[in-house]
């Protein structure tokens, strides 16, 4: 079965330091996956995507993912993390019939 | 205004009560869909509609039923509701126009079954 698994549930960083979310996929065939952010309270909210192309998306509030396919990862990162950073972040990745699948969710806290 | 939009916001109610959650769009997307999110377990779809005819169920519609009175409006029932559907729901927007389905979220409804 096609999937997306998010291996940490919760991921620690300072301020300013660099920050990665990890995602790794399992789908067939050339995959479009998505990176959603989910702050307290709120819905999710669309940050990027990947279809085809650059390896390297580019996305909102400074966020970028890097595709692998040899290692089916579509890792989140940050350069710089801010504490308004600290979220729940999803990976998704969208199968057959343009129905997307999202996975559990990893959790950034990132310590002032 | 939000584009996406659903009431209430919170509700609580007990054991065997037919509960709707309502969702308005303002998007003009004709793709819409209800999920609902358990901690440690992700979203799961309940359930989507690509149109107003065209109506699905999802992975977990069990005890849950949709109705897509007009483009903008999806609403999700619970006909007897129980406890362990006690949960976070969304609903979410997409157009097919869009080369992907990227989805765009409403704020959520906390529903609590006592």
């Known amino acids: 079965a096609q999937s997306v698994a998010q291996p940490e549930d919760q991921v620690n960083v300072a301020e300013g330091n660099p920050l990665t979310v990890k995602c790794t996929y399992s789908v067939s065939g050339n995959p479009y996956l998505f990176w959603y952010v989910q702050y307290p309270n709120r819905g999710l909210q669309f940050l990027l995507k990947?279809?085809?192309?650059?390896?390297l998306v580019k996305g909102s509030y400074g966020f970028e993912a890097e595709f692998n396919k040899s290692q089916t990862s579509f890792h989140l990162k940050k350069p710089s993390a801010l504490v308004s950073d600290s979220a729940l972040y999803f990976c998704?990745?969208?199968?057959?019939?343009?129905?997307?699948?999202f996975g559990i969710g990893t959790k950034l806290q990132v310590i002032p | 205004d939000a584009d996406v939009t659903q009431t209430p916001r919170n509700r609580i109610t007990k054991t065997g009560k037919r509960i709707m959650l309502e969702c308005s769009q303002t998007?003009?997307?004709?793709?819409m869909y209800w999920y609902r999110q358990d901690p440690g377990l992700g979203l799961r779809l309940i359930y989507y509609?690509?149109?107003?005819?065209?109506?699905n169920k999802g992975e977990i519609s069990d005890g849950y039923s949709v109705s897509r009175q007009a483009q903008a409006k999806f609403s999700l029932s619970l006909e007897s509701a129980i406890p362990n559907q006690t949960a976070l729901y969304f609903c979410?927007?997409?157009?097919?126009?869009?080369?992907?389905?990227?989805?765009?979220f409403g704020p959520g409804t906390r529903l609590t079954v006592l």
């Open positions: 998704a990745f969208e199968g057959s019939y343009q129905k997307v699948t």
């Open positions: 509609s690509f149109d107003v005819k065209d109506i």
């Open positions: 998007k003009g997307h004709d793709r």
């Open positions: 979410a927007t997409s157009s097919r126009w869009e080369s992907t389905d990227t989805q765009y």
């Open positions: 990947y279809i085809t192309g650059d390896n």
